[in-house]
């Protein structure tokens, strides 16, 4: 569905990402999990097309991916951040314009939008203004606002992180439950194995700009492995 080959990213002059390989197969959701600082986040921005690499190359179900990416690659991937970037109107509207931009039929739009604010549980609040909302109501918008698009793509970073213990607890929950029914293909960001754990079949370890293990959350913690990925998985060792 979507690869990564020799990625590497630099900024202000300093290696961020050096020689990323990775691949996400179709119906996949995979983790990326590491220490802050270690090149998670600048991944995730290269697989979404909001940066452009130094080098290396991207493939979008088998065509390479120019340096200009093509308005209609860029409308199958739907990005979630920590943060919740609302827009300025309420829950509703922020759910509803990104399918009236891409000229979907008033009804059918107003059918998804109700759709995915039900199954995250903001249907209620679909009337009350962004900037009212908690965190995890905010973060509920935005995971709804997301699924309403239906991406051939999600990619999520960091999206429990501001979040109160039972709000996080829940919200993985409803989210485990939504990837289970629409089996979408999916990129986690998480410094949080416990995250990787529910929500994954598949991770890898970044360290440094550098993918330093891969597999399942149960063999990256159960088969032994080597220098930096041991140092940092030992946090969740049983």
């Keep these: 569905m979507l690869e990564a080959r020799g990625i590497r990213w630099q900024k202000n002059g300093k290696d961020i990402l050096q020689g990323i390989d990775f691949n996400l197969a179709q119906g996949e959701c995979t983790g990326l999990i590491g220490p802050n600082g270690s090149g998670k986040s600048s991944l995730l921005k290269i697989l979404a097309f909001l940066e452009r690499p130094t080098a290396g190359f991207l493939r979008f179900r088998g065509r390479s991916v120019p340096g200009t990416v093509p308005l209609e690659i860029r409308r199958k991937i739907a990005v979630v951040f920590q943060e919740s970037l609302l827009l300025n109107c309420n829950v509703y509207d922020n759910v509803a ?14 059918r998804r939008v109700i759709s995915w604010l039900e199954r995250f549980g903001v249907a209620h609040l679909q009337r009350q203004h962004a900037r009212l909302l908690s965190g995890g109501e905010a973060q509920r918008v935005s995971l709804a606002r997301a699924f309403v698009l239906e991406p051939d793509v999600l990619l999520l970073d960091e999206p429990f992180s501001a979040l109160d213990a039972p709000t996080r607890e829940s919200l993985l929950h409803d989210l485990a439950g939504v990837f289970r029914d629409t089996k979408t293909t999916t990129v986690l960001v998480s410094h949080e194995f416990r995250d990787i754990e529910r929500l994954t079949q598949r991770a890898s370890v970044m360290i440094d700009g550098q993918i330093v293990a891969s597999g399942s959350p149960p063999d990256l913690l159960h088969t032994p492995q080597v220098g930096r990925a041991t140092d940092f998985l030992s946090h969740w060792y049983a």
């Design 97 to 110: 314009l990104s399918l009236k931009i891409r000229g979907m039929p008033k009804k059918e739009a107003q």
